[in-house]
Every structure is written in structure tokens, then in C-alpha cells.
């Protein structure tokens, strides 16, 4: 009940968004743009963010809505998980990141842990696609589907990226603190489950 207001936000934001992208009749447009501006008048109210700061990051997309796609790679090395430590809060997370135009998800995965980790690897498998409004992160404005690619590494070194300052392999009895807001432990802990189970069916929702 208490979030059901960011839902409620995110829908009016993503009506108001298909309707000023398909509507040709100057009046509908009016209406469509003052049902984007309540959105984020109701994300400035909850959260207590200036509503420019809100218009900007918010309701600032073209084209019709749909969830974005955030990337993760699986990386195992003797039987521990590579991580890396966000700079963002501290906390650590698989490397990964938003999906770019132009790159496979497997080509994402591969770019994402050269970058944030240092090491060489090939995709392999999908593991896992996750609706992240379905797993306990932390409330987010924008819907996300998530993606588990599962790695081995074929090259490099350990070494922090522009946006980490840690890279290390971590037992399932020892996971350091996780960066909520890009992974969650059940999450993580579904991955040691395909390391026990390479042939565990992909999972999904």
C-alpha cells in the first residue's frame, strides 16, 4: 500500500508519454502533457525532490514506455562470484549496467566487466530475466527487466573501472554487503544454485 502512489505515477507517466508520442489533436497533447506534469508533481511530493530535477530524469523520454534493460554478468572462478564495488554506495554488485544501443545482451555483459572489473569474458548462457519491480530492490522511477548472463572468464586482471573501486570473488558464506539497488541476495544466491546446477532451467519474472 504505501508505494501503490509510485505505481500510480509511473502509469500516468508512461500514459501521458505514448499519447504525446501518437496524439495529432493539439488539445489531446494539452491534456496529455498536464496528466505527465501531475506525474511528476506526485514524484516531487513523495519524494521531496525539486520537480525540475523530477521533469528531468523522470518524464523526460520520446516514444512510447517501455521497462529499460539492465545487464549482469555471471562470472565464476573457483566456486566464488565476481563482484565489484559501486562507488555509487559503496555496496557491491555483478558487473553490469545498462543495456546499450547497438550491443547484444551478451556483448553487454562481456563490455560491462572489461570495464567495471578488468577481466576478459565470454557470454554463454542467459540464466535469468527478472522484473525488478517483482524482487525486494529498493523503489525505483523507472520499470527495469533484469538480465542474468552467465560468463567464463578467457582473460585479464583484476582492475576497478571508472564507476568501481573493488573487484574481488566471494563465497556464498561470505557476500559482502550488496548493492541493493543492482542486485538482491536472493538473487545472488540463485546464481551459486545454476553453479551447482548448470542445467537449472532459465528463470524468469
Not at 52 to 67: D, M
Amino acid at each position: 500500500m504505501p508505494m501503490k502512489w509510485l505505481r500510480w505515477a509511473k502509469r500516468l507517466q508512461a500514459i501521458a508519454q505514448a499519447g504525446l508520442t501518437y496524439s495529432k489533436d493539439p488539445y489531446d497533447r494539452e491534456r496529455f502533457e498536464e496528466i505527465r506534469e501531475l506525474s511528476v508533481e506526485m514524484m516531487a511530493a513523495q519524494t521531496g525532490t525539486e520537480a525540475a530535477v523530477v521533469r528531468e530524469l523522470f518524464a523526460n523520454e520520446k516514444g512510447y514506455a517501455t521497462p529499460k534493460v539492465d545487464v549482469r554478468a555471471v562470472v565464476f572462478r573457483d566456486n566464488k562470484l565476481l563482484m565489484v564495488r559501486e562507488k555509487a554506495d559503496g555496496c557491491w554488485s555483478l558487473p553490469g549496467g545498462w543495456a546499450d544501443i547497438g550491443l547484444s545482451p551478451g556483448e553487454i555483459a562481456v563490455k560491462e566487466t572489461r570495464e567495471e572489473a578488468g577481466y576478459e569474458v565470454r557470454a554463454e548462457r542467459l540464466l535469468a530475466v527478472f522484473d525488478k519491480r517483482l524482487h525486494p530492490h529498493p523503489p525505483s522511477p523507472y520499470d527495469t527487466y533484469k538480465l542474468f548472463i552467465r560468463c567464463e572468464i578467457c582473460g585479464g586482471s583484476a582492475q576497478a573501472g571508472l564507476e568501481t573501486d573493488g573487484v574481488g570473488f566471494f563465497a556464498e558464506d561470505g557476500l559482502p554487503q550488496l548493492s541493493t539497488e543492482r542486485n538482491t541476495e536472493s538473487q545472488i544466491r540463485l546464481m551459486f544454485q545454476y553453479l551447482r546446477e548448470p542445467d537449472r532451467p532459465c528463470a524468469f519474472d
